[in-house]
């Protein structure tokens, strides 16, 4: 546990399916707050790097019934034999006890990816290529975040550098817990739906946990027991019928 | 015995083996990663001190409150204002990464005359000259991308002065005249085509009210907007018979299926409003102007001219700030001899090209620049979006150059000035700071310099609504622009590694 923390928290996120309209504002949100370069043009949906990425979805009805709704995939920071943190040989993930986050190591990494190929949402990405920017963008780097070297798999960590300066931010009032929304990640900040909600899980008041217990809650692959951290919310049945259980062999219907 | 080559094979062969059985290759990689991760080609972030800076965005008429994290002078990102009376906590995808614009390619940094690189002053001499040498029936026009700023008065005077001065302005920069939508207790949308989850008004404020309105999106294309209303009504947006049909539905007659599910939403949520090309007269029959939930009447509109009303032929010399209207619909109305185009822009890839004169603007950001009222707003409105940046070295603001063409020796900055004294002396409406989220009627202010400083400081001054009377509906126009000419390279992330559209349209 932090020193800067005397009870542990279990950090999270209620993401509301029936708000998002898929503008893609947390995936924009978090490739500036996290040094995620551009695409290379060479880059592919398979070889890019979001991590955060927002999947299309329909409803499979034929025309003029068809519906859509968007659901973003991040790292789901899975609490319960972590897959990721179980194959690295390099010990490059591991799970925080003081907040819940998994935490990926970019230094440790070796680029094996048997990370990637662990885990079941597809929310790691490896870099393929060194990280460019257009020339004089550099100096638009958040500077609370390095950027990762070419051959390592990175991943979302709830924005650790807000998380590191909340903290800070906590100590010189003298605290050692977190107010709750004092620790935000870029992409719950960002989104203009309000579709994202972020807090402490473990806190029973928190809103994100009111909104994890809800019945319209669901967590995605949940019978592979991850215990992971990321509720998902829709009324819409058939959102959490494809949400749930992915269809096999089927693209996503991207927009 | 001497040491053979077989020896010196065994040896190397052994020692590679062994080697590999040691902590050494290990850590040699980790190593090498570390040091990989500091060699000269992979970019640092630079450290400085933090500061948070606010300004409003230009980028579009949706006018959001924008909370700049900066180290040092330099913003690293951009957020919005929690409680901004427009954008709520909002920025739109491109708003968001507005601070990257600078490092785009296709920037215009020096005046050009034909291409080649002149002093303004030249520019200035010859377009005079030009103005000067206009005929009876040739016209000098301007087209202001963004009405009803202080810098569209300075282009209004200066046309005044002329004989065949005449005032453009894009259709989708007032889309609704003098009317705002007053969303927060609008029940009902029947919208005709317009993205109304993607890209129209604010996004903040449009989503801040989306559980309380049900949207019925009348689109032939399945567009993102289409796919996630309550009801699509897969025909085309601008189908007349569309329209009427549900005007018959409204009044009870009429056989279409799709009109009488139309109408039977719009009638059990009341206030609704209907928007887009084709909603026609049925404003008229829902009775939205004029009430609570539909059309309101603001104070600040002034008209412009529509360039597709403008006769063709018949415009000698163009100033154009860069707009969503198409070069083909400008170039028609351009005599079609000897016409003067100066293109005041910051892109070389726009009007630019067309252009007989660039002059380079600066970008948002870059300058001292204003917002007027948000589009939609109900509300007159004024923000001042200060500089975080400095702006190259060359470039004009567009007001400035109208300015010295009228040999008027003030500059855009005292113009603004100018418009907050007039506000401070008109004393209505409230002005809400951003880093505070308060609201203060302008009369608590002390004095103009004390509201000059808190809407440089980063505030929303908004009008005191007006009393409404009827005076007629809204005329539909074009109620969303193009994408915008230039966004950062991180909208890559969207458009190429993820296959997200962005937002199909630029808000509006």
Not at chain 1, 137 to 145: K, Q, S, Y
Not at chain 2, 244 to 272: F, T, Y
């Amino acid at each position: 546990m932090s020193a800067t923390q005397t009870k542990p928290a279990r950090y999270g996120m209620a993401i509301d399916l029936d708000r998002c309209t898929g503008c893609g504002a947390c995936m924009i949100g978090c490739a500036v707050e996290n040094n995620v370069p551009p695409a290379r043009p060479e880059a592919t949906p398979r070889t890019g790097i979001t991590w955060m990425r927002v999947y299309q979805i329909s409803n499979g009805a034929p025309f003029p019934d068809r519906r859509a709704a968007f659901i973003p995939i991040l790292c789901q920071q899975c609490g319960n034999e972590t897959p990721c943190a179980a194959v690295c040989p390099q010990e490059a993930v591991e799970v925080d006890p003081a907040t819940g986050i998994v935490d990926q190591m970019p230094q440790r990494c070796l680029g094996c990816r048997y990370c990637m190929a662990a885990c079941p949402y597809h929310a790691r990405y490896f870099n393929w290529w060194d990280p460019q920017w257009p020339p004089g963008m550099e100096r638009t780097l958040n500077p609370d975040v390095a950027t990762r070297m070419r051959g390592v798999v990175e991943k979302c960590n709830f924005c650790h550098g807000r998380l590191h300066a909340a903290r800070t931010h906590a100590a010189t009032e003298g605290r050692r817990d977190l107010l709750p929304g004092e620790y935000v990640p870029a992409c719950a900040e960002a989104c203009p739906a309000e579709a994202i909600v972020f807090g402490d899980l473990n806190d029973a008041a928190s809103e994100v946990a009111k909104l994890a217990r809800d019945g319209h809650s669901f967590r995605i692959l949940e019978r592979l027991g991850t215990d992971s951290k990321i509720y998902y919310r829709t009324a819409r049945a058939w959102v959490r019928a494809a949400a749930e259980e992915p269809a096999a062999r089927k693209e996503n219907d991207r927009g | 015995m001497g040491f053979t080559r077989r020896d010196l094979l065994k040896f190397t062969g052994g020692s590679a083996a062994g080697l590999a059985f040691t902590p050494v290759p290990w850590r040699l990689l980790r190593d090498s990663a570390l040091v990989s991760e500091n060699w000269p080609g992979v970019p640092q972030p630079a450290q400085g001190e933090i500061r948070t800076r606010y300004t409003t965005c230009t980028l579009c008429p949706a006018a959001c409150g924008v909370r700049a994290r900066c180290v040092g002078d330099q913003p690293v990102s951009l957020a919005g204002v929690p409680g901004h009376p427009a954008s709520h906590a909002a920025l739109c995808t491109v708003g968001l990464v507005g601070h990257h614009l600078p490092f785009c390619g296709g920037r215009a940094t020096r005046a050009l005359a034909n291409g080649r690189a002149v002093a303004i002053e030249q520019v200035l001499a010859r377009v005079s000259a030009a103005i000067a040498q206009c005929g009876p029936d040739e016209s000098v026009a301007i087209l202001d991308a963004r009405p009803g700023r202080a810098a569209s008065q300075v282009y209004r005077r200066f046309l005044a002065g002329l004989d065949n001065g005449i005032y453009c302005a894009p259709p989708e920069a007032q889309p609704y005249g003098p009317f705002g939508i007053d969303l927060e207790n609008t029940r009902a949308i029947l919208s005709f085509g317009v993205p109304v989850l993607d890209g129209w008004l604010s996004p903040g404020r449009v989503l801040a009210n989306r559980s309380h309105f049900q949207l019925i999106q009348v689109e032939a294309d399945y567009s993102r907007t289409a796919s996630l209303a309550d009801l699509w009504v897969p025909v085309a947006a601008g189908d007349a018979a569309f329209a009427a049909a549900v005007a018959h539905a409204l009044r009870g007659s009429g056989e279409d299926a799709h009109a009488a599910d139309v109408a039977r939403i719009l009638g059990a949520n009341q206030p609704a409003i209907a928007i887009g090309g084709g909603a026609g007269n049925l404003n008229a029959i829902l009775d939205s102007v004029g009430r609570p939930g539909g059309f309101l009447r603001r104070r600040d509109y002034a008209p412009a001219t529509d360039l597709a009303a403008v006769p063709d032929h018949s415009i000698q010399v163009l100033l154009a700030e860069e707009s969503a209207l198409p070069w083909s619909l400008l170039e028609r109305k351009l005599a079609t001899r000897n016409a003067v185009v100066v293109a005041l822009t910051p892109w070389l890839d726009g009007y630019a090209r067309h252009a007989d004169y660039v002059i380079p603007a600066p970008l948002y950001l870059e300058s001292l620049d204003e917002v007027a009222t948000p589009a939609g707003s109900t509300a007159a409105g004024f923000s001042l979006s200060p500089a975080l940046v400095a702006a190259p070295v060359g470039v004009m603001a567009p007001a400035d150059f109208i300015l010295r063409l009228a040999h008027d020796a003030t500059s855009y900055a005292d113009v603004l000035k100018q418009r907050v004294a007039a506000l401070k002396k008109d004393g209505r409406g409230t002005v809400f700071t951003y880093s505070d989220a308060k609201s203060t009627r302008v009369q608590d202010i002390a004095s103009t310099s004390d509201l000059w400083k808190t809407l440089l400081g980063g505030a929303a001054w908004v009008d005191d609504p007006v009393p409404q009377v009827s005076t007629g509906f809204p005329i539909p126009a074009a109620e969303t622009g193009d994408p915008p000419l230039h966004s950062s390279p991180l909208m890559s992330k969207l458009e190429r590694e993820s296959g997200l559209r962005p937002a199909r349209r630029y808000a509006i």
